[in-house]
């Protein structure tokens, strides 16, 4: 995976006029340390909070106990709730982010579910937007790759926002088009 551009990530935040809210599991706070040197992180961040214990998941962000015990702490499941929790308390944010995912040797590891696997789950214009990925390394290797993940799959959607934006304008405001004239 290449270095995230943190700077280019928070710049269109900027342009699109929106916050973002981080509920962070195995990256231990990590994504949201990263924006911190970007310019105008302090206009985009709203906040995150680090939920890497199962009751603080609970406590915290909502994540039921049911969903726990039936999918586990590190499951797609788990990252829903959390992001949904995550909009709860701050429904101010405008984009809202939840991640989870093995990092290291546990009880949830299994051969459909290796080390290395992480969830991802961003909710963005009212549609939440799943990820998993496999990711190989060692431990802090593995944290980087997931604040990776979160913010290569965070740029896509917002290219793929102002695509739709142009998209929707009328063909004679797009930009680089010109008005016809009618004789």
Do not use: W
Not at 23 to 31: D, F, I, K, Q, V
Not at 109 to 133: M, N, S
């Amino acid at each position: 995976m290449k270095k995230p551009d943190v700077e280019a990530l928070v710049q269109q935040f900027l342009k699109h006029k929106l916050t973002l809210a981080l509920a962070e599991s195995c990256t231990c706070g990590l994504a949201a340390a990263q924006l911190a040197p970007a310019t105008g992180v302090s206009e985009v961040l709203l906040g995150s909070v680090v939920t890497y214990h199962t009751e603080a998941k609970q406590k915290l962000l909502g994540v039921k106990k049911e969903t726990l015990a039936t999918y586990s702490a590190e499951s797609q499941q788990t990252t829903n709730e959390m992001a949904l929790g995550l909009q709860k308390h701050l429904p101010a944010a405008d984009v809202h982010v939840a991640v989870t995912g093995l990092c290291g040797d546990g009880a949830s590891a299994t051969p459909d579910k290796p080390v290395g696997t992480t969830f991802v789950t961003i909710l963005l214009d009212g549609h939440a937007h799943e990820y998993r990925a496999e990711l190989t390394g060692t431990a802090d290797e593995l944290r980087q790759q997931a604040a990776s993940l979160i913010y290569e799959k965070l740029m896509d959607l917002l290219e793929r926002r102002q695509v739709a934006a142009v998209a929707a304008q009328p063909s004679s405001t797009r930009p680089g088009r010109k008005a016809s004239t009618a004789a």
